[in-house]
């Protein structure tokens, strides 16, 4: 039973002798379960009393780097400031740094300029590329811990990952498409914001190896590096309806789902089945307005929970934890939706 308290301090926390603390921390036997109970739960108040202690008057200042739509970054900043009260006693301050698309070096020089000014720890969001899995390491050696958020960096010197299992709510999206479609005919487009974003490569792989096993007779029709911006995810999915009259239903990885719907509707062309990512501004009203059929949705606020503890455990302000599991997948359709915040 690993601690690094004093026995005199664990027998005062549980009110119990010295001498029966001694014999159950050696387990030299002659005391009851309860009693052992006890000093296991003595053991961990103190382990918790002394986190609050170490925390008290602590201030994290970490950054947030993202580049994503705007509707993701904002659900995120929501989603962080919501959290902030749950991390108290210490004090979490953050700098954001979001942006919509651009240059592979120039989110790297961001990073860099993070590493040369200093952090308590980096949340990121970024395409999987050399320049930006180098500026990680840089990071890294700066002794600025960094934490990729809903699409990972494997190859890089990340401390952690938080966020769904991509690959898994892919497989997810074709089991629900493959239902939903039934026997009826029709091919199915998969809507990408860029390839070179890890967590779309692993939805989309799962989603193809299930439509692969199950539905082969289904064709996948491709868009991709709309950026999940409106104006280029109209012109990508308009011209492929306009080459392929059988698609009847979107699964859509990457984002600009109001473009991707008013492309079907200008064609006259039905969307039978539409399943879309996240529950930011624009899909709740497209589900609210059964335009979608589901979206796959997780808990930000818990993501950002993982990440922040992340953060602070890499500072000893935490006790050590394994690395964060992967977030649960929700399936959310017009029906279950959860209610909207109040104000």
Known sequence: MGHPFPIREIARQAGLSEATVDRVLNRRGGVRESTAHEVRQAIADLDRQRTQVRLVGRTFMIDIVMQAPDRFSAAVRAALEAELPSLRPAVLRSRHHFRETGPAGELAGVLDRIARRGSQGVILKAPDVPEVADAV?????????????????????????????NRAAGATAAYLVGQWLGERPGHVLTSLSSGFFRNEEEREMGFRAVMRAHHPERALVEVTEGQGLDAAQYDLVRAALERDPQIRAVYSMGGGNIATLRAFEDLGRPCAVFVAHDLDQDNTRLLREHRLSAVLHHDLRHDLREACHTVMRAHDALPPAGPPLPSAIQVVTPHNMPPAPAG
Not at 147 to 159: E, F, G, H, M
């Open 137 to 165: 390491g840089r990071l890294t050696a700066a002794g600025v811990p960094v934490v990729t958020l809903a699409a990972d960096l494997p190859a890089s010197t990340r401390l952690a990952y938080v966020g769904i299992d």
